[in-house]
């Protein structure tokens, strides 16, 4: 099985999906503003897309390497959670965010969203990968 | 809340520009920078930098003319840093009457966290393409009050905060 989703490399934002043995995460790095709004809403939406063609029950989103993420990217993961509510309870999926536990915002922000689908949304931090 | 005067500014900047979103987020990195310069701490340089880059796209949202006033002050009273993101900007009458109405929810908000929780979900429904929680994460996470004047079609929005500085023994072990 292989996956159909774009990545991002623009605007300070990097983003890549990976799907390895049968686990979809998506990975973002650098900084998200105005500017990848439109990219992130357009992966999200494949990332939707892909999870119910393939039944997949989760998704790990990885912020760690993120550095900034505007309110205009922010409301397009609670865009994404809505989404997922509104899916008959079977197809819902679970998203599984990972935070740096060294940048308390991530944390933080991360949190409103787990206030709006604290059944879908699931957050741990842990050390970033360089293990600073 | 001690009612001191200010020992001394330790530092303002002042930037009059025609924000571009790439623009705001180099604003952003240079205050990022500087406060954790400045502050030692970089939850707080994140906080300042956050609220900087929500206002500046407020401001480049809502400006007239795509012009834009950022001053940034930093004092100290006693032992706490208080610090002031303010942006300035003319705006259509119609425009104005809409920051009006959202910055009133968020100022008078007796629990911002609250407040940021309901505006989220408002912000799944919105359909216009905004998402109505810029203002409100600068209460609830930044840990900012927000206040607001209108002088004819120019308005003012300031952010401001106090800030204990970090013991120099959390910034040696930070350090090691």
Redesign the interface.
């Known amino acids: 099985m292989s996956i159909d989703i774009p990545k991002i490399d623009a605007?300070?934002l990097r983003a890549s999906p990976y799907f390895v043995d049968g686990q979809l995460s998506l990975s973002f790095a650098g900084?998200a503003?105005?500017?990848s709004q439109g990219a992130i809403e357009s992966m999200l939406e494949r990332v939707h897309a892909e999870v119910l063609r393939l039944g997949l029950p989760e998704v790990a989103i990885d912020f760690r390497e993120c550095d900034?993420v505007?309110?205009?990217c922010?409301?397009a993961f609670?865009?994404w959670?809505?989404q997922i509510q509104e899916l008959d309870e079977a197809k819902q999926y679970r998203l599984r965010f990972f935070s740096d536990d060294?940048?308390?915002?991530q944390r933080?922000?991360l949190q409103?969203?787990s206030?709006?689908a604290i059944e879908l949304v699931h957050i741990e931090s842990k050390p970033n990968r360089a293990g600073s | 809340m001690q009612a001191t005067s200010p020992d001394s500014d330790e530092a303002l900047f002042e930037l009059r520009f025609q924000p571009t979103?790439?623009l705001?987020?180099t604003v952003?990195r240079f205050v990022s920078d500087f406060y954790r310069e400045l502050l030692l701490d970089?939850?707080v340089s994140?906080?300042l930098?956050?609220a900087t880059?929500?206002m500046l796209?407020n401001a480049c949202h809502y400006s007239i003319d795509r012009r834009s006033e950022l001053v940034i002050s930093l004092h100290t009273y006693g032992t706490q840093y208080v610090i002031a993101i303010q942006t300035k900007n003319r705006a259509t009458e119609e425009r104005l009457a809409k920051v009006r109405r959202a910055l009133d929810e968020v100022v008078n908000a007796a629990d911002p966290s609250e407040l940021?929780?309901q505006l989220?979900?408002r912000?799944?429904?919105?359909q216009d393409g905004?998402?109505g929680?810029?203002l409100g994460?600068i209460r609830?996470?930044a840990d900012l009050a927000l206040s607001y004047a209108i002088e004819g079609d120019t308005i003012i929005v300031t952010a401001e905060g106090r800030f204990q500085p970090r013991a120099p023994s959390a910034q040696a072990e930070e350090a090691l």
């Open positions: 605007n300070d900084s503003d105005s500017r900034f505007n309110s205009s922010f409301k609670v865009v959670l809505e060294t940048k308390a915002w933080r922000s409103a969203l206030c709006f | 979103v790439a705001v987020s952003r970089d939850d994140h906080k930098s956050m880059h929500e796209e940021y929780n989220v979900r912000a799944a429904k919105r905004g998402s929680l810029g994460r609830a996470e």
